[in-house]
């Protein structure tokens, strides 16, 4: 008792490799976490697109990593060649992808304040960019946001795919279905737009329109993925304002917090 997560069950919807240390935090404040992966990652189905453009890399200007799977992936691919980053200049989407990228010994040039591809590309803006070569490792379901905005803005944009999204094939959809039927969740969270998309094809259907109608509280790691939420008629309750692990928990423990502050006072 007195923990602000005290017994609030979170679903963690991300891979085991990156929730260790989030489910960590979720038990620390009284949480229990409940892991149930959605995203499945695997390599693309051809590396020869890439594969041509490390062979050019010092050609290009930038490179822009949108994840860090983004950047974990072509890492390895350059890695397995002998290859470096080199001078190319480098931005990354969020802090937490910026973050992995200064662990792995890079530099990253530009962060945005928002972190979605419409605040990278109002950085973007800061800057010239005519004539600037842009390459982009992404996932083979990446939005085209990013290409089309920089290419209309003059620069010379090439998308590459470093792997592929799936959703998680040993993720038991009966036991999600379970756990919403019996209102044993107080929380789902969502850390990309393909980790919930994955999420509603693992459910299927009828459970999708089942937790329409729970009571179930969504939290978005950003704007970008709660606007991916509620295009398929969710509500976000909780959507973190810093883009980060901490930021998503912080997020979740505040409208915990206040919740139970609400109780309190109208008791």
Not at 13 to 20: D, H, K, L, Q
Not at 141 to 148: R, V
Not at 204 to 211: A, H, K, N, P, S
């Amino acid at each position: 008792m007195g923990k602000p997560l005290y017994n609030k069950k979170i679903v963690v919807t991300r891979n085991p490799e990156s929730a260790g240390s989030f489910s960590e935090k979720i038990r620390i404040l009284g949480g229990i976490p409940v892991l149930f992966p959605t995203i499945q990652i695997g390599p693309p189905v051809s590396w020869t697109v890439c594969d041509e453009a490390i062979e050019t890399l010092e050609s290009y200007d930038w490179i822009v990593f949108s994840s860090v799977n983004a950047f974990e992936a072509f890492h390895q691919r350059l890695n397995s060649q002998k290859r470096v980053l080199g001078n190319i200049k480098i931005a990354a989407v969020g802090q937490m992808t910026a973050a992995f990228i200064n662990q792995n010994g890079n530099k990253v040039d530009i962060i945005p304040e928002n972190y979605s591809a419409k605040g990278l590309i109002e950085e973007f803006d800061k800057i010239q960019l005519k004539r600037e070569k842009i390459l982009i490792p992404a996932s083979d379901i990446a939005p085209p946001t990013l290409y089309e905005e920089l290419s209309a803005r003059g620069a010379a944009v090439k998308t590459v795919e470093v792997y592929h999204t799936g959703p998680n094939s040993d993720a038991d959809p009966k036991l999600m279905g379970g756990l919403i039927r019996r209102d044993e969740i107080d929380c789902l969270t969502f850390f990309s737009p393909s980790a919930f998309s994955a999420f509603l094809q693992i459910i299927g259907t009828q459970l999708v329109e089942e937790l329409k109608k729970s009571e179930v509280l969504i939290a978005a790691i950003g704007p970008t993925t709660a606007e991916e939420i509620s295009k398929n008629d969710f509500n976000v309750d909780i959507i973190a304002t810093k883009s980060t692990q901490d930021g998503m928990l912080s997020a979740i423990t505040t409208y915990f917090e206040n919740m139970n502050l609400n109780k309190e006072v109208t008791k």
